[in-house]
């Protein structure tokens, strides 16, 4: 806020000192000034003109008693049983009843959050697949499926021979699974050594892989 917003405000007002009227005469030299005292002033004579009411201390509940009561009966007991002003009546009895149903809701909580749900176990196991192209030349291969949205930049595969025999493993829960491999970032390829194919709609083949749910020997836990 400028020094003349101040003195305008305490003007307005009437709450100007002598040096201080004397300094806001000073300051209206500027015609910017003067256009935002002009209009200061217009504004507090409109105010000024304007007839003002003060509403009854009932106002509110003559306002509410006049909006039409929508609600059915039902709903209006169960808004009642909410917000209806009661009286509660304690004593050692109700305060033990109480405690003891908190205390057995906790408990009956605990034990169904705990709970495994059906068909969990099967979703919570992973499978350990290779993936592996044979790729003499190629600077860069990625693998790209239903598994990672068929991003192409997300999962590498690693060429640690040095001869073009690029791999990775990756961990996948049972399901069927579709994917490609693609060299250098553009050349999309058909894995080989693939168990099933499918076509992908773009005159090509996608590679199938089914995960299946490992199998538990006799004896293990």
Do not use: C
Request: no cysteine.
């Amino acid at each position: 806020m400028t020094r003349f917003e101040e003195l305008l405000e305490g003007k307005v007002a009437g709450e100007l000192s002598p040096d201080e009227n004397q300094e806001f005469s000073a300051l209206l030299v500027v015609a910017e000034n003067r256009r935002a005292f002009a209009t200061h002033q217009q504004t507090v004579a409109l105010l000024a003109g304007v007839e003002r009411y003060v509403p009854s201390s009932s106002f509110t509940e003559e306002v509410l008693a006049r909006l039409p009561d929508r609600r059915s009966r039902p709903l209006r007991n169960v808004w009642d049983l909410l917000w209806a002003t009661r009286v509660m009546r304690w004593n050692v009895a109700t305060a033990l009843a109480l405690s003891l149903v908190l205390v057995v809701t906790a408990l009956t909580w605990k034990a169904l959050s705990g709970r495994t749900p059906v068909g969990s176990e099967r979703h919570s196991i992973v499978t350990l697949f290779r993936f592996s192209l044979d790729a003499p030349g190629a600077q860069q291969v990625s693998l790209a499926g239903d598994f990672n949205g068929w991003r192409t930049d997300e999962i590498l595969l690693a060429d640690v021979t040095g001869r073009g025999h690029f791999a990775v493993t990756l961990s996948l829960k049972p399901g069927r699974y579709a994917y490609m491999f693609v060299v250098d970032g553009a050349t999309w390829m058909t894995d080989p050594r693939a168990e099933a194919y499918r076509d992908d709609g773009f005159g090509n083949k996608n590679a199938l892989v089914n995960v299946e749910v490992p199998t538990v020997a006799d004896g293990d836990t």
